[in-house]
């Protein structure tokens, strides 16, 4: 019944329609960031031809003016005039903020761009309300690690993307990490998965490097033994293909450290607890598409 598809497993190679492009980041935040500093390190298009904009303006965007070479605007005409101009704008303000800033910019779009959310539960339907008009829209959910270009993004389209603009939506994400195409209910699990998953990551390594030193290691040893391993583990998954219980099992001596270790975890219900965990985000990335679409519709 599903539509899943993966690609690019490594960042594809700038794509001569893209640099053509003018994209407009409404939101400028930690997402747009992550997005942005991976579209200008791979060279998606011209910095220049990347417009970003937020509410409270000042050194954030100064900030962002400086390290991306990105262009910025704080006054409303200048905001409208790099939403008007722009080819595809990505939506990237908190669910909580997408209502008003939705409604107040249904007048400034166009048919024609292609609107890419990355607000975590907020429908295709809702934010086609929102704006009044049925547009093309690519709703995502991509992750922090594409600053790096090693980001993971789920995508999904409304029936009003062309081929064309499906390409450029792929692309756009493509460039900075990998994609899977999924049905959009599935994006709550993607949510729970990748969405979220690198604070999940963060989270074992602060366990980790703070375990590290309360049995006696110096704190940037145990940081550097901690990542190391974290790197190791993922590309042995990823470069051997085997199963992570195999792996597992390559690292567990019957009688040994390893499993005394997961004896415990399991005891704790350390696995279980943490599926709950990823269970619970997409959970409530359904909660919050829910909220606003009641809110909106009245559902
Ligand atoms: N952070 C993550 O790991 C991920 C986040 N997402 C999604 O990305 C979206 C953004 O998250 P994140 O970057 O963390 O959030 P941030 O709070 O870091 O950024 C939100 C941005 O939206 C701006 N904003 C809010 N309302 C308006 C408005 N009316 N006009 C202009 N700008 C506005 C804020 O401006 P100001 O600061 O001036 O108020 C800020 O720049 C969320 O919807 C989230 O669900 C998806 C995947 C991963
Ligand atoms: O925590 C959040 O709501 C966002 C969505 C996925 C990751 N961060």
């Given at each position: 019944m599903t539509?899943q598809?993966?690609?690019?497993?490594?960042?594809?190679?700038?794509d001569?329609q893209l640099?053509?492009?003018?994209?407009c980041?409404?939101?400028?935040g930690?997402?747009?960031?992550?997005?942005?500093?991976?579209m200008?390190?791979?060279?998606l298009c011209p910095p220049?031809?990347?417009?970003?904009?937020?509410?409270?303006?000042?050194q954030?965007?100064?900030d962002?003016?400086a390290?991306?070479?990105v262009?910025?605007?704080?006054t409303?005409e200048?905001?409208d005039?790099?939403?008007?101009?722009?080819?595809?704008v990505?939506?990237?303000m908190?669910p909580?903020?997408?209502e008003e800033?939705?409604?107040s910019?249904a007048?400034?779009?166009r048919?024609?761009?292609?609107?890419?959310?990355?607000?975590?539960g907020?429908s295709?339907?809702?934010?086609?309300a929102?704006?009044?008009?049925?547009?093309?829209?690519?709703r995502?959910?991509?992750?922090?690690?594409?600053s790096?270009?090693?980001g993971a993004?789920?995508l999904?389209?409304?029936?009003?993307?062309?081929?064309?603009?499906?390409?450029?939506g792929?692309?756009?994400?493509?460039?900075?990490?990998?994609?899977v195409t999924?049905?959009e209910?599935?994006?709550?699990?993607?949510t729970?998965v990748?969405?979220s998953?690198?604070a999940?990551l963060y989270?074992?390594?602060?366990?980790?490097i703070?375990?590290?030193?309360?049995?006696?290691?110096?704190s940037?040893?145990a940081?550097?033994?901690?990542?190391q391993?974290?790197?190791g583990?993922?590309e042995?998954?990823?470069?051997t293909g085997e199963?992570p219980?195999?792996?597992?099992r390559?690292?567990?001596s019957?009688?040994?450290t390893?499993?005394?270790?997961?004896a415990?975890?399991?005891?704790?219900g350390?696995?279980?607890?943490?599926r709950?965990?990823m269970?619970k985000?997409?959970?409530?990335?359904?909660?919050?598409?829910?909220?606003?679409e009641?809110?909106v519709l009245?559902?």
């Amino acid at each position: 019944m599903t539509t899943q598809s993966a690609a690019g497993a490594s960042p594809a190679a700038p794509d001569t329609q893209l640099q053509q492009l003018r994209f407009c980041f409404y939101g400028a935040g930690s997402m747009a960031e992550a997005v942005a500093r991976g579209m200008t390190g791979r060279k998606l298009c011209p910095p220049e031809q990347i417009g970003m904009f937020n509410r409270s303006g000042g050194q954030r965007l100064a900030d962002l003016r400086a390290l991306y070479g990105v262009t910025t605007a704080e006054t409303p005409e200048d905001k409208d005039r790099l939403l008007a101009e722009a080819d595809v704008v990505i939506l990237s303000m908190k669910p909580k903020d997408a209502e008003e800033a939705l409604r107040s910019v249904a007048a400034t779009l166009r048919p024609g761009q292609l609107i890419v959310s990355m607000i975590a539960g907020l429908s295709i339907r809702t934010i086609q309300a929102l704006l009044g008009q049925p547009l093309a829209v690519v709703r995502t959910m991509p992750n922090t690690s594409s600053s790096i270009g090693l980001g993971a993004t789920g995508l999904s389209f409304s029936g009003e993307v062309s081929d064309e603009q499906r390409r450029i939506g792929e692309q756009l994400f493509r460039s900075v990490g990998m994609t899977v195409t999924v049905e959009e209910p599935l994006l709550e699990a993607v949510t729970g998965v990748s969405g979220s998953g690198p604070a999940y990551l963060y989270y074992i390594m602060e366990s980790m490097i703070q375990a590290g030193v309360e049995l006696g290691l110096d704190s940037g040893l145990a940081r550097e033994l901690t990542v190391q391993t974290m790197l190791g583990a993922a590309e042995m998954m990823r470069i051997t293909g085997e199963q992570p219980a195999e792996l597992r099992r390559q690292v567990t001596s019957p009688g040994g450290t390893t499993q005394a270790a997961i004896a415990l975890m399991e005891e704790h219900g350390v696995g279980l607890h943490f599926r709950q965990g990823m269970k619970k985000s997409s959970q409530r990335a359904s909660e919050i598409g829910r909220d606003l679409e009641r809110s909106v519709l009245g559902d």
